[in-house]
């Protein structure tokens, strides 16, 4: 590599590295899910949740997750519910139902759905609702 390609290289490292640090980052109040999304995991909350959980159960229990990730949620419904069935939907149903519960606390869906591949989910921040 010649001296300038790697001042190049070196300016667009720090200018990557910076960018990522200082990007603020993703919320669930930044339309993270679609509205067909959260339909069809209504289908799906009504099927397996709504027995022990009713439509209000969630609120409280966001509240509680807020500033952490929606990855840990996500891998506590995913892993442990439903109670007498734990792990029985798969994680795209998981994922849906997740929308459905943040359709539920009113926050605004997007255009892209609720994804649980590649670790989208760690990079997503539970927060409170902001009114527009
Ligand atoms: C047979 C009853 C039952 C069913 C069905 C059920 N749950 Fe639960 N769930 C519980 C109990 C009991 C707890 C622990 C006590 C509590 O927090 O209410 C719990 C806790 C949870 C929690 C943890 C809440 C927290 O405090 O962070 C989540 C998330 C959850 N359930 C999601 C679901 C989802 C999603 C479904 C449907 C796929 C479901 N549950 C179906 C009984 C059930």
């Known amino acids: 590599m010649t001296t300038k390609l ?4 070196a300016i667009f ?9 200082s990007s603020e980052p993703r919320t669930v109040n930044d339309g993270v899910y679609t509205e067909e999304q959260a339909e069809i995991g209504e289908v799906l909350y009504t099927q397996h949740c709504i ?4 439509k209000k159960y969630f609120r ?5 997750w807020e500033g952490q990730p929606i990855n840990v949620l ?3 419904m995913s892993a442990s519910m439903p109670e007498n069935n ?6 795209k149903e998981y994922v849906d139902i997740l929308a459905y519960v943040l359709s539920l606390s009113r926050y605004a869906p ?14 997503l921040i539970v927060e409170a609702r902001k009114r527009n």
């Open 86 to 91: 734990p792990g029985f939907l798969s994680e």
């Open 110 to 123: 997007g255009d892209t759905e609720l994804d649980y591949k590649d670790g989208a989910l760690n990079d």
């Open 13 to 21: 490292l720090f200018l990557a590295v910076w960018t990522s640090v």
């Open 51 to 54: 027995l022990c959980h009713d």
């Open 6 to 9: 790697k001042q190049f290289g």
């Open 60 to 64: 409280p229990v966001l509240k509680r």
């Open 74 to 76: 996500f891998t506590v």
